[in-house]
Protein backbone atom coordinates (compact mmCIF):
# COMPACT_ATOMS: atom_id res chain seq x y z
CA UNK A 1 0.00 0.00 0.00
CA UNK A 2 1.59 3.34 -1.09
CA UNK A 3 1.61 6.30 0.77
CA UNK A 4 -0.75 8.13 -1.02
CA UNK A 5 -3.63 5.02 -0.41
CA UNK A 6 -2.97 4.74 3.12
CA UNK A 7 -3.57 8.95 3.59
CA UNK A 8 -6.65 8.35 1.52
CA UNK A 9 -9.76 8.83 3.56
CA UNK A 10 -12.69 6.16 2.79
CA UNK A 11 -16.34 7.41 1.83
CA UNK A 12 -17.91 8.35 4.85
CA UNK A 13 -21.91 7.11 5.13
CA UNK A 14 -24.26 9.64 7.06
CA UNK A 15 -27.53 8.63 8.40
CA UNK A 16 -30.73 10.24 6.53
CA UNK A 17 -32.34 13.01 9.18
CA UNK A 18 -35.88 10.49 8.89
CA UNK A 19 -33.94 8.04 10.08
CA UNK A 20 -31.97 9.48 13.61
CA UNK A 21 -35.46 10.88 14.08
CA UNK A 22 -37.38 7.61 13.83
CA UNK A 23 -34.34 5.68 15.84
CA UNK A 24 -35.01 8.07 18.77
CA UNK A 25 -39.04 8.15 18.61
CA UNK A 26 -38.19 4.18 18.70
CA UNK A 27 -36.55 3.57 21.16
CA UNK A 28 -38.26 6.25 23.40
CA UNK A 29 -41.53 3.90 22.84
CA UNK A 30 -39.70 0.91 23.85
CA UNK A 31 -37.79 2.47 26.73
CA UNK A 32 -41.81 3.15 27.71
CA UNK A 33 -41.41 7.13 27.50
CA UNK A 34 -44.37 7.10 25.44
CA UNK A 35 -47.34 4.25 26.33
CA UNK A 36 -49.67 2.73 23.86
CA UNK A 37 -52.85 5.50 23.65
CA UNK A 38 -50.09 8.04 24.46
CA UNK A 39 -50.18 10.93 21.60
CA UNK A 40 -46.49 11.63 20.40
CA UNK A 41 -45.87 15.12 20.02
CA UNK A 42 -47.65 16.94 17.10
CA UNK A 43 -45.65 17.52 13.80
CA UNK A 44 -44.93 21.15 14.43
CA UNK A 45 -43.58 20.14 18.21
CA UNK A 46 -41.22 17.64 16.39
CA UNK A 47 -39.83 20.31 13.94
CA UNK A 48 -39.12 22.67 16.73
CA UNK A 49 -37.58 20.12 19.16
CA UNK A 50 -35.55 18.33 15.99
CA UNK A 51 -34.60 21.18 14.26
CA UNK A 52 -35.34 18.77 11.12
CA UNK A 53 -37.38 19.89 8.26
CA UNK A 54 -41.28 18.92 7.87
CA UNK A 55 -40.49 16.58 5.57
CA UNK A 56 -38.30 14.69 7.24
CA UNK A 57 -40.28 14.79 10.21
CA UNK A 58 -43.71 13.42 8.48
CA UNK A 59 -40.79 10.87 6.55
CA UNK A 60 -39.79 9.49 10.49
CA UNK A 61 -43.61 9.10 11.26
CA UNK A 62 -44.50 7.09 8.24
CA UNK A 63 -41.66 4.57 9.32
CA UNK A 64 -43.14 4.20 12.82
CA UNK A 65 -46.69 4.05 11.13
CA UNK A 66 -45.26 1.03 8.57
CA UNK A 67 -43.36 -0.62 11.69
CA UNK A 68 -46.88 -0.77 13.81
CA UNK A 69 -45.60 1.59 16.33
CA UNK A 70 -48.05 4.67 15.69
CA UNK A 71 -51.45 5.06 14.20
CA UNK A 72 -52.40 8.21 12.81
CA UNK A 73 -55.43 9.82 13.28
CA UNK A 74 -56.68 12.94 11.15
CA UNK A 75 -59.01 15.53 12.19
CA UNK A 76 -58.77 18.89 14.78
CA UNK A 77 -58.12 16.63 17.82
CA UNK A 78 -55.87 14.05 15.52
CA UNK A 79 -52.09 12.99 15.55
CA UNK A 80 -49.52 10.41 15.85
CA UNK A 81 -51.01 7.52 18.47
CA UNK A 82 -48.55 5.44 20.21
CA UNK A 83 -49.41 1.61 19.07
CA UNK A 84 -48.67 -1.83 20.27
CA UNK A 85 -47.80 -3.71 17.08
CA UNK A 86 -49.58 -6.90 16.57
CA UNK A 87 -47.94 -10.14 15.96
CA UNK A 88 -49.17 -10.19 12.07
CA UNK A 89 -46.78 -7.15 11.72
CA UNK A 90 -44.00 -8.45 12.75
CA UNK A 91 -44.66 -11.50 10.22
CA UNK A 92 -45.93 -9.45 7.33
CA UNK A 93 -41.99 -7.66 8.34
CA UNK A 94 -40.49 -10.63 7.93
CA UNK A 95 -42.20 -12.51 5.02
CA UNK A 96 -41.63 -9.13 3.44
CA UNK A 97 -38.09 -10.02 3.83
CA UNK A 98 -38.35 -13.21 2.54
CA UNK A 99 -39.69 -12.68 -0.68
CA UNK A 100 -37.85 -9.45 -1.78
CA UNK A 101 -34.51 -11.13 -0.62
CA UNK A 102 -35.31 -14.34 -3.04
CA UNK A 103 -34.62 -16.65 0.28
CA UNK A 104 -34.41 -20.13 -0.97
CA UNK A 105 -37.21 -23.12 -0.30
CA UNK A 106 -34.64 -25.43 0.93
CA UNK A 107 -33.52 -22.33 3.83
CA UNK A 108 -37.28 -21.35 4.84
CA UNK A 109 -37.61 -25.48 5.18
CA UNK A 110 -34.98 -25.30 7.58
CA UNK A 111 -36.66 -22.75 9.20
CA UNK A 112 -39.49 -24.87 9.92
CA UNK A 113 -37.31 -27.98 10.64
CA UNK A 114 -35.80 -25.55 13.42
CA UNK A 115 -39.25 -24.14 15.05
CA UNK A 116 -42.00 -26.32 14.42
CA UNK A 117 -41.13 -29.17 16.21
CA UNK A 118 -40.52 -26.74 19.36
CA UNK A 119 -43.92 -25.01 18.70
CA UNK A 120 -45.60 -28.78 18.60
CA UNK A 121 -43.97 -29.26 22.36
CA UNK A 122 -45.31 -26.03 23.54
CA UNK A 123 -48.49 -26.63 22.13
CA UNK A 124 -49.16 -29.48 23.94
CA UNK A 125 -48.03 -28.02 27.30
CA UNK A 126 -49.94 -24.52 26.80
CA UNK A 127 -52.81 -25.23 24.03
CA UNK A 128 -56.29 -24.56 25.68
CA UNK A 129 -59.63 -26.47 25.19
CA UNK A 130 -60.37 -24.13 22.53
CA UNK A 131 -57.32 -24.60 20.83
CA UNK A 132 -57.07 -28.01 20.57
CA UNK A 133 -60.94 -28.38 19.15
CA UNK A 134 -60.05 -26.01 16.70
CA UNK A 135 -57.07 -28.29 15.70
CA UNK A 136 -59.37 -31.82 15.79
CA UNK A 137 -61.66 -29.85 13.48
CA UNK A 138 -59.06 -28.34 11.05
CA UNK A 139 -57.43 -32.33 11.37
CA UNK A 140 -60.83 -33.97 10.48
CA UNK A 141 -61.16 -31.90 7.15
CA UNK A 142 -57.31 -32.50 6.49
CA UNK A 143 -58.57 -36.24 6.38
CA UNK A 144 -61.24 -35.82 4.15
CA UNK A 145 -58.77 -33.74 1.74
CA UNK A 146 -56.61 -36.35 0.75
CA UNK A 147 -58.66 -36.72 -2.53
CA UNK A 148 -58.35 -32.68 -3.44
CA UNK A 149 -54.77 -31.19 -3.70
CA UNK A 150 -56.26 -27.61 -3.24
CA UNK A 151 -57.86 -27.97 -0.02
CA UNK A 152 -55.19 -30.33 1.49
CA UNK A 153 -52.62 -27.36 0.56
CA UNK A 154 -55.11 -24.83 2.00
CA UNK A 155 -55.94 -27.04 5.43
CA UNK A 156 -52.55 -28.19 5.66
CA UNK A 157 -51.24 -24.75 6.07
CA UNK A 158 -54.11 -23.77 8.72
CA UNK A 159 -53.37 -26.58 10.35
CA UNK A 160 -49.70 -25.90 10.95
CA UNK A 161 -50.27 -22.44 11.70
CA UNK A 162 -53.07 -23.46 14.34
CA UNK A 163 -49.96 -25.37 16.30
CA UNK A 164 -48.12 -22.69 16.60
CA UNK A 165 -50.67 -20.25 18.01
CA UNK A 166 -51.42 -23.07 20.73
CA UNK A 167 -47.95 -23.04 21.31
CA UNK A 168 -48.19 -19.30 23.22
CA UNK A 169 -45.46 -18.27 22.38
CA UNK A 170 -45.52 -14.93 20.08
CA UNK A 171 -42.41 -14.64 18.42
CA UNK A 172 -41.81 -18.19 17.33
CA UNK A 173 -45.31 -17.87 16.44
CA UNK A 174 -44.58 -15.02 13.88
CA UNK A 175 -42.04 -16.60 12.31
CA UNK A 176 -44.14 -19.32 11.47
CA UNK A 177 -46.70 -17.42 9.82
CA UNK A 178 -43.74 -15.29 7.99
CA UNK A 179 -42.35 -17.81 5.96
CA UNK A 180 -45.72 -20.30 5.81
CA UNK A 181 -47.17 -18.92 3.17
CA UNK A 182 -43.62 -18.28 0.82
CA UNK A 183 -43.30 -21.65 1.54
CA UNK A 184 -47.34 -22.75 0.51
CA UNK A 185 -46.79 -20.96 -2.31
CA UNK A 186 -42.93 -22.16 -3.41
CA UNK A 187 -44.21 -25.27 -3.24
CA UNK A 188 -45.96 -27.54 -6.50
CA UNK A 189 -48.01 -29.67 -4.46
CA UNK A 190 -49.04 -31.41 -8.20
CA UNK A 191 -45.64 -32.48 -7.88
CA UNK A 192 -44.15 -33.25 -4.81
CA UNK A 193 -47.28 -35.17 -3.31
CA UNK A 194 -49.26 -38.00 -4.68
CA UNK A 195 -52.60 -39.55 -2.53
CA UNK A 196 -50.25 -42.32 -0.62
CA UNK A 197 -47.92 -39.70 0.67
CA UNK A 198 -51.03 -37.35 1.64
CA UNK A 199 -52.21 -39.94 3.76
CA UNK A 200 -48.69 -40.50 5.44
CA UNK A 201 -49.08 -36.70 6.19
CA UNK A 202 -52.84 -37.52 7.52
CA UNK A 203 -51.23 -40.48 9.62
CA UNK A 204 -48.41 -38.38 11.20
CA UNK A 205 -50.70 -35.08 11.59
CA UNK A 206 -52.96 -37.85 13.74
CA UNK A 207 -49.71 -38.67 16.02
CA UNK A 208 -48.81 -34.91 16.50
CA UNK A 209 -52.76 -34.42 17.47
CA UNK A 210 -52.65 -37.47 19.96
CA UNK A 211 -49.53 -35.62 21.86
CA UNK A 212 -50.93 -32.60 21.69
CA UNK A 213 -54.19 -33.44 23.21
CA UNK A 214 -52.60 -35.86 25.74
CA UNK A 215 -50.05 -33.32 26.48
CA UNK A 216 -47.34 -34.99 25.81
CA UNK A 217 -44.84 -32.63 24.82
CA UNK A 218 -41.57 -34.84 23.96
CA UNK A 219 -43.89 -36.81 21.67
CA UNK A 220 -45.26 -33.98 20.11
CA UNK A 221 -41.74 -32.91 19.53
CA UNK A 222 -40.79 -35.78 17.79
CA UNK A 223 -43.26 -36.56 15.89
CA UNK A 224 -43.25 -33.09 14.63
CA UNK A 225 -39.30 -33.43 13.63
CA UNK A 226 -40.18 -36.54 12.00
CA UNK A 227 -42.75 -33.96 9.81
CA UNK A 228 -40.86 -31.47 8.96
CA UNK A 229 -37.82 -33.53 7.88
CA UNK A 230 -39.49 -35.91 5.82
CA UNK A 231 -41.68 -33.02 4.24
CA UNK A 232 -38.21 -31.31 3.56
CA UNK A 233 -36.90 -34.18 2.04
CA UNK A 234 -39.63 -34.56 0.17
CA UNK A 235 -39.28 -30.47 -1.27
CA UNK A 236 -35.65 -30.98 -2.30
CA UNK A 237 -36.10 -34.15 -4.23
CA UNK A 238 -34.93 -36.84 -1.22
CA UNK A 239 -37.92 -38.27 -0.89
CA UNK A 240 -38.16 -40.68 1.88
CA UNK A 241 -41.94 -41.20 2.37
CA UNK A 242 -41.50 -40.06 6.32
CA UNK A 243 -43.87 -37.65 6.61
Known amino acids: MDEKTRSRISPISVPKPADVLASTLRRMIVDGAFSPGDFLPNERTLVSQSGLSR ?19 VG ?5 IVTRPERDAVARSVE ?10 DSLLECRVAIEPT ?26 SVTDVRLYKAINLDWHLAV ?14 AIAMPVRDAMDYQHV ?29 RRMARHVIGYREIATGEMKNTL
Not at 76 to 80: A, C, D, K, V
Open 96 to 105: LFVRTHGVRL
Open 164 to 177: ARASGNEPLTALME
Open 119 to 144: LARLAARNRTQTQLEEMTALHETFVE
Open 76 to 80: RSGGS
Open 193 to 221: TTPELRLVAVKAHSAILEAIRTQNGEQAE
Open 55 to 73: ASVRDALRMLETEGLITTK
